[in-house]
């Protein structure tokens, strides 16, 4: 089952479920990744929704682990083993998901900046304040022309948030004027609305296109991604130094950003079978990384370790604890046949 199959079939109970990663991609599959989204700033990654698993283990046999309790102190905690374990420690057959009420009101934003670090900065006052945004995502200024042209939107082209607001009316309206405030004191302009359903879902649905809608601004190329993510005090500082580097590069780019969570993309678009291209992409990609993990934050926020980040992850967490991995992974996968190679090689 898919995050929107599962949103479909609940949509009369009054519950939802706000995992949203741009693609629909299924509950075991996100489970096994970790995955977040756009709305994880208020309602957590899927390491704080998956109360429970069934899990085929790599002998055959099934367990179930986590209750539908709100806390347990019973033993190891092994669903949140599993989560994010990208297939290598067992099958996810089984998910029980934490759901939420449908917010009464929701009300959309968008607000303008003249340069991106104004619009992390603004993001970093909005999160420390304590505000309980419920989405809060970068755009820049390659990413706003991409969503324009490819969804036909009228946006003006500079870097932006698009933000939203969940809770009573008198909540959301609390809090989108706090946020106001605070970004016409970062020099944040034309602060709109989207006050119908229908504007907020064409600016989202655009926003989940915006990784296709950036591809398409240059055919032929390829892009290399990256997902860095970090304290959120420290944001606009690794932002400003990777946009200083693309911009040196000459390799056209686009940043989108779960920015309410201190996370981002930089997308580096490099023309297929470039190998030239593609090395500097990949050479930016990992001076990125670095200055992640030196400013305590992560190789990947959300898209996990597969094959191409192996090296990051020692760089991340030191070899003892990779090792401490491979001792868990023979243990549970004797025969290494649970997507062998994945995360880390034995
Ligand atoms: C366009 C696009 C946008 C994205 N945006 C975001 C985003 O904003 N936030 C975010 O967090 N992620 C994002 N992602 C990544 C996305 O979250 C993952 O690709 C997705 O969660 C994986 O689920 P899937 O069903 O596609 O699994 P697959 O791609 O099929 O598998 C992914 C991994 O999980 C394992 N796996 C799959 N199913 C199971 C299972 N049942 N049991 C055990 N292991 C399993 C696979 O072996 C594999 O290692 C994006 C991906 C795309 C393509």
């Known amino acids: 089952m898919t995050r929107e199959q599962l949103n479909r079939e609940i949509r009369d109970t009054g519950l939802f479920f706000p995992i949203d990663p741009g693609a629909n991609a299924s509950l075991g599959g996100m489970a096994a990744t970790r995955a977040s989204g756009t709305n994880a700033v208020r309602y957590g990654t899927m390491r704080e929704n998956v109360l429970g698993l069934t899990v085929v283990t790599a002998s055959g046999e099934i367990i179930h682990t986590g209750t539908r309790a709100k806390k347990s102190s019973a033993g190891y905690d092994l669903t949140r083993l599993m989560v994010g374990s990208e297939g290598t420690l067992g099958v996810i057959t089984g998910v029980t998901l934490k759901l939420y009420p449908l917010p009464e009101a929701v009300s959309a934003a968008i607000c303008h900046f003249k340069d991106i670090g104004s619009a992390v900065d603004a993001t970093i006052q909005i999160i420390q304040m304590g505000v309980p945004i419920a989405r809060c995502e970068l755009l820049d200024v390659n990413a706003v022309r991409a969503v324009n042209e490819h969804s036909k939107l009228g946006l003006r082209e500079s870097p932006m948030l698009l933000m939203e607001f969940h809770g009573s009316e008198a909540g959301v309206k609390e809090q989108a004027e706090t946020v106001q405030a605070i970004a016409a004191e970062a020099g944040g302009e034309n602060f709109e609305w989207a006050s119908t359903p229908e504007e907020r879902t ?13 591809m398409t601004t240059h055919p032929g190329c390829r892009t290399v991604t990256t997902d860095t993510c970090v304290p959120i005090s420290r944001l606009t500082e690794i932002i400003e130094a990777s946009v200083a580097e693309a911009d040196a590069s000459g390799l056209p780019y686009y940043i989108v950003g779960h920015v309410g969570d201190g996370n981002f993309h930089l997308a580096y ?72 190679g994945k995360i880390f090689s034995l």
Request: charge should be positive.
């Open 269 to 340: 678009m490099v023309k297929d079978g470039d190998a030239k291209e593609r090395e500097t992409a990949e050479r930016l990609s990992m001076q990125m990384v670095h200055r992640a993990i030196a400013l305590q934050g992560t190789c990947t926020g959300e898209h996990g370790i597969g094959l191409h980040k192996q090296g990051f992850l020692v760089d991340e967490t030191g070899a003892g604890a990779v090792e401490m991995m491979r001792t868990l992974k023979r243990a549970l996968d004797p025969k290494n046949i649970l997507n062998p």
């Open 202 to 214: 064409r600016l989202w649905a655009a926003r989940h296109k915006a990784y296709f809608a950036g």
